[in-house]
């Protein structure tokens, strides 16, 4: 019923800058808090980023906290991380989701996107 496909992810140098968007089709996107989580192989999928459905106060993981910054555009149905000073740690699968629920837990979060990769060179 809610689609959400990310784009925007490609490969980037240590110290440099990316913009991930997600567009969301289906539902009432202004009722979503939207969130970003991020995986590498092997390890459990990580949260980064949410925004909630109203006032837009958000939530970051303390290693991007300062870095990063996740937006939304009600008006176009899209949520927006930009990524700035990417280190070789960022380097994973990122994803959008949306929940209706006020939570960074990924499964409290419902609607997924397929992902989109991040790779960083040096």
């Known amino acids: 019923q809610v689609q959400l496909v990310e784009s925007g992810g490609g490969l980037v140098q240590v110290g440099g800058s990316l913009r991930l968007s997600c567009s969301v089709s289906?539902?009432?996107?202004?009722?979503?808090?939207m969130a970003w989580f991020r995986q590498v192989t092997g390890k459990e999928r990580e949260f980064v980023a949410s925004i909630s459905n109203t006032v837009g106060s958000t939530r970051y993981v303390d290693s991007v906290r300062g870095r990063f910054t996740i937006s939304r555009d009600n008006a176009k149905n899209t949520v927006y991380l930009q990524m700035n000073n990417l280190k070789p740690e960022d380097a994973a699968l990122y994803y959008c989701?949306?929940?209706?629920?006020?939570?960074?837990?990924?499964?409290?979060?419902?609607?997924w996107g397929q992902g989109t990769q991040v790779t960083l060179s040096s």
């Open positions: 989701a949306a929940t209706t629920l006020d939570t960074v837990l990924p499964t409290r979060y419902r609607s």
């Open positions: 289906g539902g009432t996107f202004s009722t979503y808090r």
